[in-house]
């Protein structure tokens, strides 16, 4: 498996996915390889979310002329292969601990931000008319052992006293009842405005819209490097040259190995592994008592999320190997199928039929970037895996940075990604990490 961490560039020969959403999906059509050398105002590397959206609203609303390319198809990356969680943030930091780091009004501001990129997508799917099959329900943020429930009950009232936020605590009876019949949970904090998607019918609707927009988006094109020269940059594909004035990197996790080192540096992919099971049957759906398709995440710290799909299968994602490697090691599947039947009871004889993994890109202090990192170079990067919402609205952004246009007073727009202490051994780190999550996940 293609490993960024490792591999110096994203060939076009790459394996299938083999994933539910390719099956369950319709395949668009292949956008055509970059044979020509061409010019352009911005030219836009990466075909997922975030540089759909930047492209899209440059060619729209700017008026820009938008190059795009990508070493395969849109949403070959993160952005096909997702679990299709649309959910109010992004990072790994909630809105209390974002408090406690810059203080309660700037809270507030990443709180409308986040909402801002839920509004943008559903607008998105609206305008484009994009069949990507949207399940409301809300997300429901679980405790995986007993004796946390006290603790949700706290971030509620925390969140609805100071954000006017309507999140709703429920106790172990309630959630049973009315959510969902699970064997660890003892309590679920459900927010409304949050949903499920199918993210490669997603990411296709977006693709659709920024050609529809004028954008010249070209697939199986490579970068192998680029270089500034006086008037921009000088771009190099395997059978193409393109001159742009401005250069936008929408890589994040999917980015080559020494493409840019303030991305390579401060952005750790890290491979999150996803299960979908076979169709439920009847008895087990009335075992399961999933009252709605409703997103769901537990409280480890090494989480799982999970969702019952429009076809009664359960998808169910986790962490996944550490090398691009192992990734095919079918023991994390199986580790995944494991976890899945101790959350649920009566699913003993279930299995999957469905695994595959992607990478998703980790920022050292747990927050993305949205930056001119130099004069007429910009990216999106460090999702933390929370991304399919937020991309858009960072899409979006980087098209008002390329406009030359100021962002909200957030952070997250007025920094670059800071590097990782001692880089070359983030995955040694990355290993340690894991052995404490799943110390602290059973014990503490």
Known sequence: ?????????????????????????????????????????????????????????LAKKYQRDVVMVDALQPGWGCSGRNGGFVLRGTGRLGLAQLASRFGIDTAR?????????????????????????????????????????????????????????????????????????????????????????????????YAKMAVEAGVALFGQTPVTHFKRVSKGFEVITPQAVISARNLVLATNAYTARGLYPGINQSCLPVLSSVIVTEPLSTSQLLQLNWQQNSIIMDTRMLKYYYRLLPDNRILFGGRGAITGKAASDPVYPRRLLRALKHCFAGLENLTYQYQW??????????LPRVCAVEPNLFYAAGYCGSGLSFSALAGERLAQLVAGETLPALPIYQSTLPAFPMSALRRQGQQMFYQWGRFKDRFL
Request: glycine residues 8%; proline residues 5%; contains cysteine.
């Open 109 to 205: 501001v990443f709180h409308q931000e986040y909402g801002a990129a839920i509004s943008r997508v559903n607008q998105l799917i609206a305008l484009g008319n994009i069949d990507c099959q949207p399940q409301a329900g809300g997300y429901y943020k679980l405790t995986h052992k007993s004796g946390m429930a006290r603790t949700l009950r706290q971030q509620a009232d925390f969140l609805n006293q100071n954000f006017d936020y309507p999140v709703q605590f429920f106790d172990k009876s309630q959630l049973l009842q009315q959510i969902v019949n699970h064997q660890q949970a003892d309590a679920a904090l459900y927010f409304p405005d949050c949903y499920g998607v199918n993210p490669l019918a997603l990411v296709q609707g």
């Open 1 to 57: 498996m293609y490993d960024p961490y490792i591999d110096t560039t994203l060939n076009s020969n790459q394996p299938d996915i083999g994933s539910y959403w390719q099956a369950a999906t319709q395949a668009s059509p292949d956008y055509p390889a970059l044979k020509r050398d061409i010019r352009c105002d911005t030219l836009v590397i990466g075909a997922g979310y975030t540089g759909l959206n930047c492209g899209y609203e």
């Open 357 to 366: 993994s992607g990478w998703v890109g980790v920022s050292f202090d747990d």
